[in-house]
């Protein structure tokens, strides 16, 4: 199950997505980077898939090849914004 980057609701994702689809709740791209699951913020060009090419616009559709439904967030798990601080401080 993958979720929309944007409106963090669930995307049902059967196969590769055509460029123009979008999702059905906000309107945003469906084929992104920020979707996919080889996104990884911290990997070299954001991307976990060394032969893609760059993408600057994470969040835009694209003509990646490599794209596998995936990423997005969980819909049912809230990120907590202090978690890295709360860790940082930990005892």
């Known amino acids: ?3 929309c980057f944007h409106c ?3 995307l049902k994702i059967t196969g ?3 460029r123009g689809e979008s999702c059905p709740r906000c309107g945003s ?3 992104v980077c920020l ?5 990884d913020a911290e990997a070299y060009n954001e991307c976990r898939e060394p032969a893609a090419d760059r993408v600057v616009d994470k969040d835009k559709a694209n003509f990646c090849e490599f794209f596998e439904p995936g990423g997005g967030r969980d819909p ?3 990120e907590d914004p ?3 601080l709360k ?3 930990k005892s």
């Open 87 to 89: 860790n940082l401080f």
């Open 16 to 18: 590769k997505p055509g």
């Open 29 to 31: 791209d469906v084929l």
């Open 8 to 10: 963090e609701k669930e």
């Open 82 to 84: 202090l978690k890295d």
């Open 35 to 39: 979707n996919c699951r080889f996104y």
């Open 1 to 3: 199950m993958t979720a």
């Open 76 to 78: 049912g798990k809230k």
